[in-house]
T-cell receptor, first 111, second 117 residues
Framework: AQSVTQLGSHVSVSEGALVLLRCNYS??????LFWYVQYPNQGLQLLLK??????LVKGINGFEAEFKKSETSFHLTKPSAHMSDAAEYFCAVRNERQLTFGSGTQLTVLP | GAVVSQHPSRVICKSGTSVKIECRSLDFQATTMFWYRQFPKQSLMLMAT?????????EQGVEKDKFLINHASLTLSTLTVTSAHPEDSSFYICSAIRGGGIIETQYFGPGTRLLVL
């Protein structure tokens, strides 16, 4: 089965700084990869998805992720953090029709 | 974008009672929906796959007689927690699949916070 690993359960950045959230995948077939964001006491919102088209995927709210097969990575980035970006972020891989989630990364944005 | 709703958003019940949670896809039809459970500071754990017109598929370790799932229409799946106990207190999130193949995407509901006293 395919899986994802998120490195760093907590990441803190200053407002305006680069955001980098790490995700590595394990898959024997070309994976479909996703990043979701969860605000407190809410469900998950899709940020972006990779489906084997362009390796650089642009999502909502200025986020993007790059699929790197050689590194089995799908890291999420944003050039300049906003206070409103503070949330929990989940990387996920599709197994048939199900999603398998990483353990999540809590992003804190410092003023 | 695709919208999935859940009702109620929050419920408090006494131990031994049953609680029903609804999941609706508002602007698309979904033959497949999923139910997840999330404990504080943890990731989502898949409980079951809800299939319209057929029986749900439960993940290993999930009691199907305790967590009853009904997917009676293409826009509605319900999860009933029967004889709830305090250890069932959790955040329950549903999702619905829209599209198929390469464009298939899961859209999530806002979640239901269950507290069993």
């Amino acid at each position: 089965a395919q899986s994802v690993t998120q490195l760093g359960s907590h990441v803190s950045v200053s407002e305006g700084a680069l955001v980098l959230l790490r995700c590595n995948y394990s898959s024997s077939v070309p994976p479909y990869l996703f990043w979701y964001v969860q605000y407190p006491n809410q469900g998950l919102q899709l940020l972006l998805k990779y489906t084997s088209a362009a390796t650089l995927v642009k999502g909502i709210n200025g986020f993007e992720a790059e699929f790197k097969k050689s590194e089995t990575s799908f890291h999420l980035t944003k050039p300049s953090a906003h206070m409103s970006d503070a949330a929990e972020y989940f990387c996920a891989v599709r197994n048939e029709r199900q999603l398998t989630f990483g353990s999540g990364t809590q992003l804190t944005v410092l003023p | 974008g695709a919208v999935v709703s859940q009702h109620p958003s929050r419920v408090i019940c006494k131990s031994g009672t049953s609680v029903k949670i609804e999941c609706r896809s508002l602007d698309f039809q979904a033959t497949t929906m999923f139910w997840y459970r999330q404990f504080p500071k943890q990731s989502l754990m898949l409980m079951a796959t809800s299939n319209e017109g057929s029986k749900a598929t439960y993940e290993q370790g999930v009691e199907k007689d305790k967590f009853l799932i009904n997917h009676a229409s293409l826009t509605l799946s319900t999860l009933t927690v029967t004889s709830a106990h305090p250890e069932d207190s959790s955040f329950y999130i549903c999702s619905a699949i829209r599209g198929g193949g390469i464009i298939e995407t899961q859209y999530f509901g806002p979640g239901t916070r269950l507290l069993v006293l």
